[in-house]
């Protein structure tokens, strides 16, 4: 059954650094690839999908993932943390079941 | 914008007694899902429904759960005699097509006391 972990359940940056959130997926097909935020006390909200179209995916909030099938990687990145990118980060992947899988989050702390 | 709704946010309940949880998907999505997330864990997949049959369960979505689609809106998690461990934040999704976007509702939060 497919699968993702992220490393670092928290990881804090300062206003204007860069993030970068990992995400390593296990999957027995080609994966479709999701993050997903989670702000404090809402439901998750797409930020970005894989779905085998171009590896660099662009979604919204200036985040922008890359996949990288030689590393099993789907790192979330933004060039520029804003006090609002707090929150908590899912990875997830689907197969052909479509059943999504997440991973156990990452929260991430932005610093003035 | 169209979205996912669920109804209670906070349902509060004895052990031993049976829940609904209540969803209405986007009214043309064809997908939905239901999902758990224990306070301070991750997201579980727990269903999906197509066509009025699930399509997938995970190993967690035993003779416990069960879920309906009622009438032409709503998609329903029942769980009969409700555990301690079954107190969490329950999501419902839904998705227009197959491995498209799953747009999540807000939730509802269960605790079992």
């Known amino acids: 059954a497919q699968s993702v972990t992220q490393l670092g359940s928290h990881v804090s940056v300062s206003e204007g650094a860069l993030v970068l959130l990992r995400c390593n997926y296990s999957s027995s097909v080609p994966p479709y690839l999701f993050w997903y935020v989670q702000y404090p006390n809402q439901g998750l909200q797409l930020l970005l999908k894989?779905?085998?179209?171009?590896?660099l995916v662009k979604g919204i909030n200036g985040f922008e993932a890359e996949f990288k099938k030689s590393e099993t990687s789907f790192h979330l990145t933004k060039p520029s943390a804003h006090m609002s990118d707090a929150a908590e980060y899912f990875c997830a992947v689907s197969d052909r079941n479509n059943d999504m899988r997440f991973g156990a989050g990452t929260r991430l702390t932005v610093k003035p | 914008e169209p979205e996912v709704t669920q109804t209670p946010s906070h349902q509060v309940t004895q052990m031993g007694q049976e829940v609904i949880l209540r969803c209405v998907p986007i009214?043309?999505?064809?997908?939905f899902y239901w999902y758990r997330q224990i306070l301070g864990q991750k997201v579980e997949f727990l269903v999906s429904f197509y066509n009025n049959e699930i399509s997938e369960k995970s190993e967690i979505f035993d003779d416990q759960f069960s879920v309906e689609r009622p009438d032409g809106s709503n998609f329903t998690l029942k769980i009969r005699s409700t555990k301690l461990e079954d107190s969490a934040m329950y999501f419902c999704?839904?998705?227009?097509?197959?491995?498209?976007?799953?747009?999540f509702g807000p939730g509802t939060r269960l605790t079992v006391l």
């Open positions: 009214s043309n999505h064809l997908y």
């Open positions: 999704a839904s998705s227009r097509d197959y491995h498209n976007e799953q747009f």
């Open positions: 894989y779905t085998s179209a171009a590896t």
